[in-house]
Each structure stands twice: as structure tokens, then as C-alpha cells.
């Protein structure tokens, strides 16, 4: 049969029918996408070329591939994306000396003209090395903050993975903060470098040092695994947060970070939105590498709603939450409220105190909830109402009018002595304050700074109805106490108040809670004392009363709870040493019941003493001599087993503890 050419023209036709068709078909999704595109130019006018634009969800944070996202010739560029909310990045060319640029939130719902202008700025260069100064291999990423003004985005913020050297721009600003992430798997702690100012280019290297890993991981209980969890490390001594690197369980909920050896608080915060009670570790020790494995329970979900008396809700709020049974106050991750005024924490089933604390520089009184019984998931609206304040100035001076930095004041709401929320609360660095109070009748309390000879003051039932001066406070020196509190089998306690009385009257003596290392410092004038250590509130447990115990110089003292520790009819009682295990520093804590001469040997396991202390005579009281693992002439002991003596010319005792080096 022939084809007609009228045949030969319709089967044309249906062919391109359906080429068109697939056409469509292939390209039908960029239909429901939209174009971005500007100029970027830097702040002279000329374009940016070579610019290179990165989107990132602003909801996930995740970033999008957009291809050909580079500047052209004329700094001109065009991106695609579908409807939603963006972060747009515009990184400069590489070793130039223009600040890169996000623009946050752009609501993407039809094509839109988004143009950006570089500004020039400052060039940071340098090397990363270990201590032999050799480059670190691998990428060391830079984070650059301003202090008080939120992270620097510096898209080139890495280094070269073979040579160690980077190069970033910065604005000119008068304080940042630097910090050096090494790679995943590398036993380098984080560089940090403070307060540095930076007002023309500048060179900095920096060298890495080792650390200890901290290693584990993280899992339900029924040992599924918990990505993305995140790890705070805080030091025990003053809460100084130390800066990590990898500080997120990966898919498989491990991690490790490196940190510096010493005595640490251990936070694991699961991600927002999961039900999972965070974990808090109050001393972990890291002396060598160490693991640590958590469990997470499943919790109750507490959404909180904290608004102001006009309805409006309040970003940066605070819940802090404490457990009525023992009010222990609770780890609660993401205890923040979100732009809309909430924040979810997450508890076990139970009663609980809930406390809502305005955003900071917000004039608002606090809102405090008791006795919520937490059975299911459950909601909570907090209205933080104003509070009616005035300011209070005044200066913290020494006898010879020397001002005193950093003396906190803080104020108890008469009658009652109810804590009441102080701002600015610590005085500058010439010792002058200008706080703001409640406007009421308070007592104001002054605190000097931790570890300083200052004794505290109050200011007994000050009437503050106006703006007021307090004038010159003078603070007089003392001695310092130091005290440790033990269990009967030595064992360090925590949160144990202390009570100083002089003729009866108790003394305001800061800091006077037992830390997570059984130990509490607080300075006082000379003289005899009667002595007090009470459990937490609420909580039940043994106290300590001791009378007429006299401090005429600084003294270190070891109290121990139990029944024998005021009286005992042997001349002393010595105790196990703690930390034991241990492989830096350990107590050897002992009660002297009645005046003796004491003498205290370390031996090793063949019965030589490798260490000698003669005490002398000394009075009744609670000591802890330490040992450091050296022998008399201060040279390392080997690990093992080894005995302490604690001997008079009448009576001995020993006890043995494990060293390890």
C-alpha cells in the first residue's frame, strides 16, 4: 500500500505532537518554581564577579543545590528555587578583601529581584599547626564572633586541607572572638583566642595542642540511637563553658570531643521536638580518654506559653524547672521561648515548680507555678506582668577606698526576704553600681567576688520608694574557710548550706553551698564560731553542729557526716581516701578527737615508705592532708597499690588506695 503524502504529513504532525508532549512532560517541575536573580556589586558601584550564592532553607537549615550560581562578567546571577522561606548567602571570589553578606527570611512566592552590595573589610591570614609546627591536614574550621553581637558569616572560614593556611574577611570591629574547629577524628582540643581587636589586616597562627577524648554514645532506652544530640561540657570550677568541636551525635549516636584534662559538668540535650529527658552529669573527670554512654528515658512533652499582660508573646523567656519532692532544679534543654512565646521542656512524671523568668533587659516580674502534677503531655500559659522598679547607685570600696570589681548584689523583698530579680547586678570595674531594684522595702546583699579575702555585707530594711544612692559600702578582709563534707566512708556531698554563727547571730557568708566536690570556701573575720551544715531544703540527711570552734588564720577544714563525727572514743578516725581510685591529687581525710601528735606514712607494697608527713601537735578538729603521688624528694611514684598510716605514739591505723599513673 502507498503512502500518501497527505498520510506522510499527519504521522509528521503526530510525531511532533508528541515530542512536544515529553517536552513538557521532562520540564514541568521548574513551572512551579521561581527565579532569584539581582547584581552584586561591591560599595563603589562595580560588580562582584565570580561571587559564588549558596540557599539555605530557613526552616531545616538545609541548603539547596542551585546550579550556575556564580556572578557573571557584570556581577549578575540567577537562581531557582520553589515557593518557601530562604536564607541567602553571597560569598565574595576567594582571597578577596570584600565582607561576605546574608540576608535571612526572604519569602520566596513569586520571581523576585534581589540585588547586594559588598562592603570591604579587613583580612585575618595565618596557619594552623600542631605543636611541632607542622600544618594541620585536614579542614580546620573558623568561627569568628563579635563578643555580644552574634556570629561574623565568613564563607571561607576554613583552612587548606594540605597547608594549614586560611584567609577570611571581617568588618572592622574593636572585639572578636576566634575559634579553631579541628577535623572529626584529629586529638586536638579547639583554639580560641579572645577578645582580639582587629582594625587593619593581620596575621594570625595559631597552634593546636592535644587534649583527652570524650567518647560514646547516645540511645534510648531500648537502644536505638539518638542523632543529633548535643554535648556541653562546663568546667566545675567556675561554669566556663569549653569550646568543642563535633559537639552532635552522628546517625549512629556516637560522638567524641576533645577537651583539656579536669573536672567537668556533662550535658546532653536531645534535639528539639523529641521526648527525651536531657542528661546531666555534675563531675565527670577527664584526666585519659574516657567513655561515657547514655541512656535517654522518654518524657512528657510541657509546652509553655509565656506572654505579656497585653496578650504579646515573649522571645528569650525562661522556664526553669525544679522538682518539688527534693527541689532539685532540673536540666531542661531548649527551655528558651521561640518568636511566638513558647518553649516545650520535657520532664519524667512527677510534681514539679515551673518558673517563668522575663528575656533579659525586659522590666517584668517573674511567674512561678507549685505543685503542677505532670501525668500526660501538658500546656502551660504564663503573663508576666510589669514590676514597678527604681535604681540604686552607690560603690563597693575596700578600707582605703580602692573600688572592688565584680561584687554582686542581689536583694530579698521584705517582709518575708523573697528573692527578688536584680538587673545590672555587678559593679564596674572602679567598683560603682547602678542596679535596679523592686520598688519595696529589701535587704541588699554584698557579694564580693568568688576566692577574694572580702567578707559580704547586707544593708538590713532599706525603704526604696525613688531613685536612691546608697553611697560608699565598705567591705573589710578576712580569713579564708575551707570546707569539705564527706559521708562517714568519704564520700564528697553536694549542696549542703552552711551556718556561721558569732554570739548567735549568723553570718552572710556567700557561696556558702557545698559544690559538686564536697567542698565550699567562704571568708570571714577571726573568731570562735558555731557551726551548722544542713541538707537541702526539703531533702533528709545527716547534719553537722559543732560550737566554740575557733578560726584565727585560713584554715582547711574536713567535716564528716554520720554519727561519729563530733565525738568518738578513739583518739582520731581515719577515713578512705577520695578520690579512690585516683591519678592526680587524693585527700586523706581523718577526725583528731582529742590533741595529739600525728605523724601519716605512704608505703608501697614491699613496706617502704615512699612518702613522709610529721604534723606536729595538732588540735581537735577535721583535716584532709593530700598526696600527689610523689615520693620525699617529689619524683613520680609508680601505679599500684600503696597503704597510708596515720600513727601517735600510742595508736595507728591503716588504709590502702589504688594509684594510677
Known amino acids: 500500500m502507498k503512502n500518501t503524502p497527505t498520510k506522510i504529513?499527519?504521522?509528521?504532525?503526530?510525531?511532533?505532537?508528541?515530542?512536544?508532549?515529553?517536552?513538557?512532560?521532562?520540564?514541568?517541575?521548574?513551572?512551579?518554581?521561581?527565579?532569584?536573580?539581582?547584581?552584586?556589586?561591591?560599595?563603589?558601584?562595580?560588580?562582584?564577579?565570580?561571587?559564588?550564592?549558596d540557599v539555605d532553607n530557613a526552616l531545616t537549615g538545609q541548603r539547596l543545590g542551585t546550579p550556575n550560581d556564580n556572578t557573571n562578567i557584570d556581577g549578575q546571577y540567577t537562581v531557582f528555587?520553589?515557593?518557601?522561606?530562604?536564607?541567602?548567602?553571597?560569598?565574595?571570589?576567594?582571597?578577596?578583601?570584600?565582607?561576605?553578606?546574608?540576608?535571612?527570611?526572604?519569602?520566596?512566592?513569586?520571581?523576585?529581584?534581589?540585588?547586594?552590595?559588598?562592603?570591604?573589610?579587613?583580612?585575618?591570614?595565618?596557619?594552623?599547626?600542631?605543636?611541632?609546627?607542622?600544618?594541620?591536614?585536614?579542614?580546620?574550621?573558623?568561627?569568628?564572633?563579635?563578643?555580644?553581637?552574634?556570629?561574623?558569616?565568613?564563607?571561607?572560614?576554613?583552612?587548606?586541607?594540605?597547608?594549614?593556611?586560611?584567609?577570611?574577611?571581617?568588618?572592622?570591629?574593636?572585639?572578636?572572638?576566634?575559634?579553631?574547629?579541628p577535623p572529626p577524628g584529629m586529638n586536638f582540643q579547639v583554639g580560641q583566642i579572645?577578645?582580639?581587636?582587629?582594625?587593619?589586616?593581620?596575621?594570625?597562627?595559631?597552634?593546636?595542642?592535644?587534649?583527652?577524648?570524650?567518647?560514646?554514645?547516645?540511645?534510648?532506652?531500648?537502644?536505638?540511637?539518638?542523632?543529633?544530640?548535643?554535648?556541653?561540657?562546663?568546667?566545675?570550677?567556675?561554669?566556663?563553658?569549653?569550646?568543642l568541636a563535633n559537639n552532635k551525635t552522628d546517625t549512629l549516636g556516637q560522638y567524641q570531643i576533645i577537651a583539656p584534662p579536669g573536672q567537668y559538668a556533662l550535658q546532653f540535650a536531645p534535639p528539639l521536638g523529641q521526648s527525651f529527658v536531657?542528661?546531666?552529669?555534675?563531675?565527670?573527670?577527664?584526666?585519659?580518654?574516657?567513655?561515657?554512654?547514655?541512656?535517654?528515658?522518654?518524657?512528657?512533652?510541657?509546652?509553655?506559653?509565656?506572654?505579656?499582660?497585653?496578650?504579646?508573646?515573649?522571645?528569650?523567656?525562661?522556664?526553669?524547672?525544679?522538682?518539688?519532692?527534693?527541689?532539685?532544679?532540673?536540666?531542661?534543654?531548649h527551655d528558651k521561648t521561640d518568636a511566638n512565646g513558647l518553649a516545650t521542656v520535657v520532664v519524667l512524671p512527677g510534681v514539679y515548680e515551673f518558673k517563668a523568668d522575663p528575656p533579659l533587659g525586659v522590666i517584668l516580674d517573674k511567674s512561678v507555678m507549685r505543685n503542677v502534677a505532670i501525668a500526660v503531655d501538658t500546656s502551660l500559659s504564663f503573663v508576666l506582668r510589669p514590676l514597678t522598679r527604681v535604681n540604686v547607685t552607690g560603690r563597693v570600696t575596700d578600707r582605703q577606698g580602692i573600688g572592688i570589681a565584680g561584687v554582686a548584689i542581689s536583694a530579698l523583698r521584705l517582709p518575708g526576704r523573697v528573692p527578688a530579680t536584680v538587673k545590672r547586678p555587678l559593679s564596674n570595674s572602679l567598683g560603682t553600681f547602678n542596679s535596679s531594684v523592686p520598688k519595696a522595702t529589701i535587704d541588699i546583699l554584698f557579694s564580693p567576688p568568688r576566692g577574694s579575702r572580702f567578707i559580704g555585707k547586707i544593708l538590713s530594711n532599706v525603704p526604696l520608694t525613688q531613685d536612691s544612692t546608697l553611697g560608699v559600702i565598705q567591705l573589710d578582709t578576712g580569713i579564708v574557710i575551707t570546707m569539705h563534707v564527706v559521708t562517714s566512708k568519704g564520700v564528697p556531698v553536694k549542696g549542703y548550706d552552711l551556718g556561721l554563727l558569732s554570739n548567735g547571730i549568723e553570718l552572710f557568708t556567700p557561696y556558702d553551698t557545698v559544690n559538686v566536690l564536697?567542698?565550699?570556701?567562704?571568708?570571714?573575720?577571726?573568731?570562735?564560731?558555731?557551726?551548722?551544715?544542713?541538707?537541702?531544703?526539703?531533702?533528709?540527711?545527716?547534719?553537722?553542729?559543732?560550737?566554740?570552734?575557733?578560726?584565727?588564720?585560713?584554715?582547711?577544714?574536713?567535716?564528716?557526716?554520720?554519727?561519729?563525727?563530733?565525738?568518738?572514743?578513739?583518739?582520731?578516725?581515719?577515713?578512705?581516701?577520695?578520690?579512690?581510685?585516683f591519678n592526680g591529687v587524693t585527700r586523706m581525710p581523718y577526725l583528731l578527737n582529742v590533741q595529739s601528735k600525728l605523724q601519716l606514712t605512704i608505703h608501697n607494697v614491699l613496706g617502704q615508705v615512699v612518702r613522709r608527713f610529721d604534723f606536729?601537735?595538732?588540735?581537735?578538729?577535721?583535716?584532709?592532708?593530700?598526696?600527689?603521688?610523689?615520693?620525699?624528694?617529689?619524683?613520680?611514684?609508680?601505679?599500684?597499690?600503696?597503704?597510708?598510716?596515720?600513727?601517735?605514739?600510742?595508736?595507728?591505723?591503716?588504709?590502702?588506695?589504688?594509684?594510677?599513673?
Open 81 to 181: 528555587v520553589v515557593q518557601g522561606i530562604y536564607h541567602i548567602s553571597f560569598a565574595p571570589p576567594l582571597r578577596s578583601h570584600l565582607v561576605g553578606r546574608r540576608i535571612l527570611n526572604v519569602s520566596v512566592f513569586k520571581d523576585i529581584l534581589l540585588d547586594a552590595t559588598l562592603d570591604s573589610g579587613i583580612v585575618i591570614t595565618g596557619t594552623v599547626t600542631d605543636a611541632n609546627g607542622l600544618p594541620i591536614r585536614g579542614v580546620v574550621n573558623i568561627d569568628v564572633d563579635t563578643l555580644g553581637g552574634g556570629r561574623v558569616y565568613t564563607p571561607a572560614g576554613k583552612t587548606d586541607s594540605v597547608t594549614g593556611t586560611y584567609w577570611i574577611v571581617v568588618p572592622a570591629h574593636d572585639k572578636y572572638r576566634l575559634r579553631f574547629k
Open 194 to 243: 579572645d577578645s582580639l581587636s582587629i582594625q587593619s589586616d593581620t596575621t594570625i597562627n595559631i597552634v593546636l595542642v592535644p587534649g583527652v577524648a570524650l567518647s560514646g554514645s547516645v540511645a534510648e532506652t531500648s537502644g536505638v540511637p539518638i542523632p543529633l544530640t548535643k554535648l556541653t561540657l562546663k568546667r566545675t570550677n567556675d561554669g566556663v563553658k569549653i569550646p
Open 9 to 53: 504529513h499527519a504521522l509528521q504532525g503526530l510525531l511532533v505532537l508528541i515530542s512536544v508532549a515529553m517536552t513538557v512532560s521532562l520540564f514541568a517541575p521548574l513551572a512551579q518554581g521561581f527565579a532569584i536573580d539581582g547584581v552584586v556589586k561591591d560599595r563603589a558601584g562595580a560588580p562582584v564577579v565570580g561571587g559564588d550564592i
Open 616 to 661: 606536729g601537735v595538732q588540735a581537735p578538729g577535721y583535716y584532709t592532708p593530700e598526696w600527689n603521688g610523689s615520693d620525699n624528694n617529689g619524683a613520680p611514684v609508680a601505679s599500684g597499690i600503696y597503704f597510708y598510716r596515720l600513727h601517735t605514739s600510742q595508736t595507728e591505723t591503716t588504709r590502702k588506695m589504688l594509684f594510677i599513673q
Open 278 to 333: 536531657g542528661v546531666e552529669f555534675d563531675s565527670v573527670t577527664l584526666a585519659s580518654d574516657t567513655v561515657v554512654d547514655v541512656t535517654m528515658s522518654a518524657g512528657l512533652l510541657v509546652s509553655a506559653t509565656i506572654r505579656n499582660e497585653d496578650g504579646i508573646p515573649l522571645e528569650n523567656a525562661d522556664i526553669d524547672v525544679t522538682r518539688e519532692s527534693d527541689l532539685v532544679r532540673l536540666f531542661t534543654p
Open 518 to 581: 564536697g567542698e565550699l570556701v567562704v571568708t570571714a573575720p577571726p573568731g570562735v564560731y558555731d557551726i551548722s551544715i544542713v541538707p537541702p531544703a526539703g531533702s533528709v540527711g545527716d547534719s553537722i553542729s559543732l560550737v566554740n570552734v575557733s578560726f584565727q588564720r585560713d584554715t582547711v577544714v574536713t567535716l564528716v557526716l554520720g554519727a561519729d563525727q563530733v565525738t568518738n572514743p578513739a583518739t582520731f578516725v581515719l577515713r578512705q581516701n577520695f578520690p579512690n581510685p
